[in-house]
């Protein structure tokens, strides 16, 4: 995903949210995301 340069914080989290991204740890400034995918009924 290509995202523009001048995103706030905020805008990013917005638009990674939509993706399934998950705030999982956060450090100081630096947050850690991960992406949750539906489990597959097969």
Known sequence: MRLPKD????DLMTLLWR????ETRQTGSHIR???FRAASTT
């Open 33 to 35: 995301l991960t992406q």
């Open 7 to 10: 995103l706030g914080a905020e």
């Open 19 to 22: 993706d399934r991204y998950r």
